[in-house]
């Protein structure tokens, strides 16, 4: 959800920060995942620019370890 754009849900409505938080990490595990596994990658950072930060890694066993962070402003 951006600035402009009207909230989908009550949950966005009522807390956009919250909401944001909650768009990026399902990002991270689904979309972001899945380009990982199509290129076989090995290592990926990546950042939005708004201080939401991930980094993946390949382990040992082929599982896929994700660490990410979300910063808020208020």
Request: charged share 30%.
């Amino acid at each position: 959800m951006n600035q402009y754009s009207t909230p989908e849900t009550l949950a966005e409505a009522l807390a956009p920060e919250q909401s944001q938080r909650k768009n990026w990490s399902a990002f991270v595990e689904s979309e972001v995942v899945n380009f990982f596994n199509i290129h076989k990658l090995e290592k990926m950072t990546l950042e939005d620019g708004r201080g939401n930060k991930a980094k993946l890694a390949r382990t040992k066993d082929n599982e896929i370890k994700v660490e990410y962070t979300s910063s808020v402003l208020l």
